[in-house]
């Protein structure tokens, strides 16, 4: 079985300080692993992946993500917080082994502070 | 190139009716994939299909619920006799397939209120 944890429910930061949104996965096999952002009323954004290669991962709106295998962490990070970076993000992982199901976690409100 | 539409974008039922949920996915895409999403939760799976085909409905309550992806037209959720637990955000996402790293992209979502 796959599973993906995001520890933090809500992470707070200052505008124009680098942020992390923390995921940690579980799977049998090797990983792909995604983050998504939602805003208010909306359905989810893709931002990036991981398939294989480089551990870093670079996507959309500045952000860019971290493959660590030996923590199986996956974290979200920009350098320089925005306002308008507040929303709502999920880590997805799937098992390179299985089908095509993904699994979600629960999210992490990113507050950024004016 | 448009992407994932869902209809209706809101959605009212009294308890005991029936829900239908709609969603074309992108164009070229034929996996469609259904999530729910109850306020203060994340998502979770219900069903994956391809065109004519239930890959995996897993996810999905064994009664009053159902899902189609006819080989004409959108995917359907259908909810029978809705309760007020049915109330939630239901999204669909949508993939060329093909890939093991396929990107699912999502629709706007259908929020539905069972009064």
């Known amino acids: 079985a796959q599973s993906v944890a995001q520890p933090e429910d809500q992470v707070n930061v200052a505008e124009g300080n680098p942020l992390t949104v923390k995921c940690t996965y579980s799977?049998?096999?090797?990983?792909?692993l995604f983050w998504y952002v939602q805003y208010p009323n909306r359905g989810l954004q893709f931002l990036l992946k991981?398939?294989?290669?480089?551990?870093l991962v670079k996507g959309s709106y500045g952000f860019e993500a971290e493959f660590n295998k030996s923590q199986t962490s996956f974290h979200l990070k920009k350098p320089s917080a925005l306002v308008s970076d507040s929303a709502l993000y999920f880590c997805?992982?799937?098992?390179?082994?299985?089908?095509?199901?993904?699994?979600f976690g629960t999210g992490t409100k990113l507050q950024v502070i004016p | 190139n448009a992407g994932v539409m869902q209809n209706p974008r809101h959605l009212v039922r009294r308890r005991g009716q029936e829900a239908r949920l709609r969603c074309s996915p992108m164009?070229?895409?034929?996996?469609v994939y259904w999530y729910r999403q109850l306020p203060e939760e994340g998502l979770k799976f219900m069903v994956y299909?391809?065109?004519?085909?239930?890959?995996?409905e897993s996810g999905m309550p064994k009664e009053r619920f159902s899902a189609e992806f006819p080989k004409e037209g959108p995917s359907i959720l259908r909810i029978q006799q809705v309760v007020r637990g049915d109330s939630a955000a239901y999204f669909c996402?949508?993939?060329?397939?093909?890939?093991?790293?396929?990107?699912?992209?999502f629709g706007p979502g259908t929020r539905l209120t069972v009064l």
């Open positions: 996402a949508s993939s060329p397939g093909g890939g093991d790293a396929d990107t699912q992209y």
């Open positions: 799977v049998s096999g090797n990983p792909y």
């Open positions: 991981y398939i294989t290669g480089d551990n």
């Open positions: 997805a992982v799937r098992d390179k082994g299985g089908y095509q199901k993904v699994t």
């Open positions: 164009k070229g895409h034929s996996h």
């Open positions: 299909l391809q065109k004519e085909n239930i890959i995996d």
